[in-house]
């Protein structure tokens, strides 16, 4: 327990690996809400969000917030290439049923809304909502370049001031918006104690999977994989100055799925932070929406 915020969970793949998610209210008969985060990101992204949500005076939620392989207190893969959108797709579907999950409102954040869009496709009765996180069918080559560069070549703090002062260096071009104490919690997220000395908490070798991508190429659409978000409510999440979200992938997202709802978050960059200004409220103004239409 972390002062009865939330639970952690473990719970076991198909292939063995331990992994981890955190557990964050009660149940109430409500739709949960299933976080999922970016590419090396965990499930503390979500932390202050799951507060807020969890904690409404008006229908509060039950939410999970998963480690992937290779994240946070989830373990490593012994092979990198396990590190694969339905690899972890596969992982995602297994905790949830683990904790007795039938269905739920996801929330993806980058390479969480492409496992959201895995899923629909492979499990489609587990969505009744689906809010994406900057991220699309299309994404975008040096928005993927960009991340890949600052991955590879990031700075290690020795201290959590310093880690702040990095990312601030980094990302304060895209991110004006984000106050100290948004930065703080940006930088908390991203790093773990280990014995004493700050280091990212994710596998190394998660950074192969992104070395085999060949971005002098195009890279491959996904629009199959959104067509089947086609029948679920959808919320689009777009940060102003994001490199991966382009403003004309949103616009043709909107065409395609004319239900979709979209907000593009001044300020921000990829990929919004979703505790920040007025996005938790229209986060669970949509989830409550989306839990008053018919089930499909």
Known sequence: MADGAYRDIFYTAQDGLRLHARLYGQENGGLPVVCLPGLTRNARDFHALALQLATRPRAPRKLVAFDYRGRGQSAYDPDWRRYDVAVEAADIAAGLAAMGIEHGAFIGTSRGGLIAMALAASRPMLLKAVVL??????????????????????????????????QKAIHGEAFPALTEEDWARFAAAIFRDDGGRLVADFDPNLLKSLKAVDLDSPLPTLWPLFEGLGGIPLLVIRGANSRLLSAATLAQMAARHPAMEAITVEGQGHAPLLETGSLPSRIAAFIDKAERQPSR
Do not use: F, S
């Open 133 to 166: 996180n900057d991220i699309g069918p299309v994404i975008e080559g040096d928005g993927l370049a960009q991340i890949r560069a600052y991955l590879e070549r990031a700075p290690r703090p020795e201290t959590l001031a310093e880690a702040i002062e990095i």
